[in-house]
């Protein structure tokens, strides 16, 4: 059996987003990455991931179709996704390990480093069980970060004990990360962990569901690229749109209602008017200066040393909001410190450092020509509650009531877009054909 | 205040004769300007828009227009270095870039853009007073320089028209400030035949002039009205009007473009001539110069023409009609002062912009708002909004400066403009 399908690929600062729709449109799997040093790596991880995504959706279907139960259906899932995870994880544990040892070799640090990595590296593939359980909590799902922040507090627990120098082991990591998160044979592929995954499961529709789907051949038929690297995707012109188009059209195909777009992204932040087919009449963007973009928050997380999923539910917390005047993100940092130090709540100035960014985006989006009916939120920052508040009052205070759209998948929306436009363009070659050959 | 003219430039586009010829205009310009300390020649710092060229030459004073001085500087990758050192000096990063870079310049030996340096003023003639920042430029110049400053005091056209009252203000200045000044400094009485004989050249180059912008409304067109256009301007804005070599520059330039009208073609482009033209856009504000070849190279990948520009009426509008007039001479100046682009309010620029966007049959219009330049940026967005509503073509807003490199996002912008061009096609082809 084969599937074709269109993918959407956006290249964006932070992420490389991957969205694979099926001939009737319908989201199939969604993938992303955080590696951002090679485009063409990313385009492929991020691919890679979508497709393993839409297997898992396959599967779904396939027990669905075998009259297994909702509840179930979602339990076993569930479970056999957390299983395949942590396949690919130890799969790439694997190859960390390989690029860790192959440096220390380089470097010739000598056999204490050697057996100070086997250690680490014993550890973490000892916990890589517990780390995929039902209901444990990971504060990312990108290899970099689960490996990297557990990788660095076992390397600060032999430093403490005396066993190895800190610094040497962790400049091997950030070697051996980049390396490894950018190799696709690192991450494997779905038989390949399925099969594994299913050894510790038991067999049944399940087994069958996985068996069938693993055999399904996905056959794409275009790829449309978008996002700040587009230009080095390897596609021809006319299949690379600017996300602009590409986060009108994504957001038109969520919220088919939506007429105002915003988009705050990682290094840019995009106020997007669109008609009733998606298409774009308007947009605004900053040229000069980037301050009010989600960096702002990353770069604030890091001053306050807290992940950045942290900052919304903190900024949740808030009394009062403490207006913060700075709109240069340097300055907002020195402007955090000085607040602290006047004896402000860290959660009030928070607050205040949301409504910052937002009415940074205010501004945009009243150049753009206002805020419509109906308003779609999207990019990375979308998923901060503190930011959804902030833009909610404002939008309420400055143009009345408006419904709001957030999707839960809003950082695929350039994605989405871009996978849409490539269906039309295949749909437009088709077209082309019949009539050359009428 | 923003301005023009590219004439000298080592980045200028494929080079027609018309454009050798200004070259070397503009070359023995800055020759002379080099030897007035020798020969006792008499030289002016004046301003682009509303310039007097035809009263200066009527008195043998020479012009140098530090706003051209400082986009060549920006051109030619001096700017940053000029810009710096004015600012090591004291002066703001939020000062108009053409003051710091022109302050820098004079700082650094005061050298133009041929590689001779540039006379000493005998006068400071302040002739547009639009742009606040012109004034402070030349309060800047004045402690520079032990030489007189005289101020030509211009009305806005705030009620979008010019009245006799406005007129004769500024005829009056011209006649007990600005003649006498003249007249002191070049030792020579005011002589009204030699001007009056002077405009009507003026006259003849500026019909050519209008011609060869409105040859834009043509498909394809001809020429690139904003990035070419600054190139044809040089001569009219400048030192030349009124001159017989002006005349000659424009009936070369029209011959050209009406070669090119003959064959088909479209407008020269810095890597040659623009083979296929995709989309046609109106452009409000100033370019940038520090990239200029970059940021025409943007439109051009793009397969877009620009077909009629606002910042080429910087020096003065001419496509309404005017033109200077000899019968009048000091109430033409006066006209011509008080009617250049940035001197007419907002409704009457929505009411240009929106009427190029249909005569020259434009896809839509991008404004470039630039940093330094309040005369042009203040009110663009309302201008952005009104033009879409009044036109039903999308507008576009792109930011960058003058010539402070800093303020030029290249990847940034071409992302605009792509999303922008982009935005058109899909339009165009309703959704795919």
């Keep these: 059996m084969r599937i074709e399908f269109c993918v959407g690929i956006d290249l964006g600062s932070t992420t490389t987003k991957a969205v694979v729709l099926d001939p009737d449109r319908k989201v199939l799997g969604r993938g992303i990455t955080n590696s951002r040093s090679n485009y063409d790596v990313a385009c492929r991880v991020s691919l890679g991931e979508a497709l393993i995504n839409a297997r898992f959706a396959l599967i779904d279907g396939r027990l669905a179709a075998a009259a297994v139960a909702p509840d179930e259906r979602q339990r076993l899932l569930q479970a056999f996704e957390l299983r395949f995870r942590e396949q690919q994880y130890r799969s790439q544990l694997r190859a960390l390990g390989e690029r860790l040892h192959h440096h220390a070799r380089q470097q010739a640090l000598g056999t204490s480093t050697g057996k100070a990595l086997d250690t680490i590296l014993g550890r973490m593939t000892d916990e890589a069980g517990e780390l995929f359980q039902v209901g444990s909590s990971r504060k990312s799902d990108f290899f970099r970060d689960l490996a990297g922040s557990r990788y660095v507090g076992l390397a600060e627990g032999l430093a403490r004990d005396g066993q190895h120098a800190f610094d040497p082991l962790v400049g091997l990591f950030d070697k051996a990360i980049l390396e490894t998160e950018n190799s696709t044979e ?63 059209l994504g957001a038109h195909t969520m919220f088919p209602r939506t007429r105002t777009v915003l988009d705050i992204g990682g290094q840019d932040t995009k106020a997007i008017q669109i008609d009733e087919q998606g298409i774009v009449t308007s947009f605004q963007m900053n040229d000069r200066c980037a301050a009010g973009c989600g960096r702002y928050l990353g770069y604030i997380a890091d001053e306050m040393n807290l992940g950045l999923h942290e900052l919304g539910p903190m900024a949740g ?122 | 205040m923003s301005n023009p003219v590219v004439a000298a430039s080592a980045a200028a586009a494929a080079k027609d004769k018309s454009q050798e010829r200004q070259k070397a205009m503009i070359a023995d310009h800055f020759h002379k300007l080099a030897m007035a300390p020798d020969l006792g020649q008499k030289c002016a710092y004046t301003f682009v828009p509303g310039n007097l060229t035809e009263l200066l030459g009527s008195f043998g004073v020479l012009p140098v227009l530090p706003e051209i001085n400082a986009l060549q500087s920006g051109m030619r990758g001096k700017s940053r270095d ?41 006068l400071l003639l302040l002739s547009y007073t639009g742009c606040f920042t012109f004034l402070k430029w030349f309060e800047l110049l004045a402690q520079e320089y032990d030489c007189p400053c005289v101020m030509l005091h211009v009305p806005y056209q705030g009620d979008g028209v010019i009245t006799d009252s406005m007129r004769r203000y500024v005829v009056d200045q011209l006649r007990k400030k600005v003649i006498p000044a003249l007249e002191r400094i070049s030792g020579r009485a005011y002589d009204e035949d030699l001007l009056k004989r002077q405009l009507a050249l003026s006259a003849k180059a500026e019909d050519d002039l209008v011609w060869v912008l409105e040859s834009g409304k043509r498909r394809p067109s001809p020429i690139d009205a904003y990035f070419g256009g600054v190139y044809y301007i040089g001569p009219i804005f400048t030192a030349f009007r009124g001159t017989q070599e002006a005349i000659d520059y424009y009936q070369e330039l029209r011959g050209e473009i009406e070669d090119r009208i003959r064959q088909g073609k479209g407008p020269i482009i810095p890597d040659g001539e623009l083979q296929e033209e995709k989309y046609r856009v109106v452009v409000e504000g100033p370019p940038n110069w520090t990239s200029f070849r970059q940021f025409w190279q943007m439109f051009t990948d793009e397969g877009a023409v620009v077909v009629a520009s606002t910042y080429t009426k910087v020096g003065g509008v001419y496509d309404n009609g005017f033109r200077h007039d000899p019968s009048r001479p000091l109430e033409s100046l006066a006209d011509y002062c008080m009617g250049c682009y940035t001197n007419l309010n907002l409704p009457t620029r929505v009411a240009m912009l929106a009427k190029y966007v249909k005569e020259y049959s434009a896809d839509g219009f991008l404004i470039n708002s630039v940093k330094s330049c309040n005369s042009f940026s203040a009110g663009q967005l309302m201008i952005l909004r009104e033009v879409e509503q009044r036109t039903g073509r999308p507008g576009g807003f792109i930011e960058s400066d003058l010539v402070d490199p800093r303020y030029f996002s290249a990847s940034n912008i071409k992302n605009r403009l792509e999303s922008y061009f982009q935005m058109i096609a899909q339009k165009r082809a309703g959704g795919s």
């Design chain 1, 186 to 248: 690192a991450v494997g592929t779905f038989a390949e962990h399925a099969r594994q995954a299913m050894v510790a499961m038991r067999a049944g529709a399940l087994q069958q569901a996985v068996d069938a789907v693993a055999a399904i051949d996905l056959v794409q038929r275009l790829c449309v690229g978008t996002g700040y690297g587009r230009q080095r995707l390897p596609f021809p012109e006319k299949l690379i749109r600017s996300e602009i188009l590409c986060h009108g």
């Design chain 1, 317 to 438: 917390k808030a009394c009062r909001t403490v207006r913060i005047n700075s709109t240069c993100t340097v300055f907002a940092g020195a402007e955090l410190r000085e607040r602290l130090s006047l004896g402000e709540k860290r959660e009030d100035i928070l607050s205040g450092l949301h409504r910052a960014i937002v009415l940074r985006a205010m501004s945009l989006l009243a150049r753009s020509g206002g805020v419509h009916d109906e308003f779609t939120f999207t990019g990375g920052v979308a998923k901060n509650t503190a930011a959804v508040k902030a833009l909610r009052d404002l939008v309420a205070e400055n143009y009345g009531a408006r419904t709001l759209n957030i999707s839960p998948d809003s950082i695929y929306t350039g994605a989405l877009g871009a996978a849409t436009f490539a269906w039309r363009e295949v749909q437009r070659q088709q077209e082309e054909a019949v009539e050359v050959a009428s």
């Design chain 2, 82 to 122: 000029y810009i710096g050192l004015a600012e090591k000096l004291g002066h703001s990063e939020d000062v108009c870039t053409y003051v710091k870079c022109d302050i820098g310049m004079l700082k650094s030996g005061n050298v133009g853009p041929t590689g001779e340096r540039l006379p000493k003023p005998d």
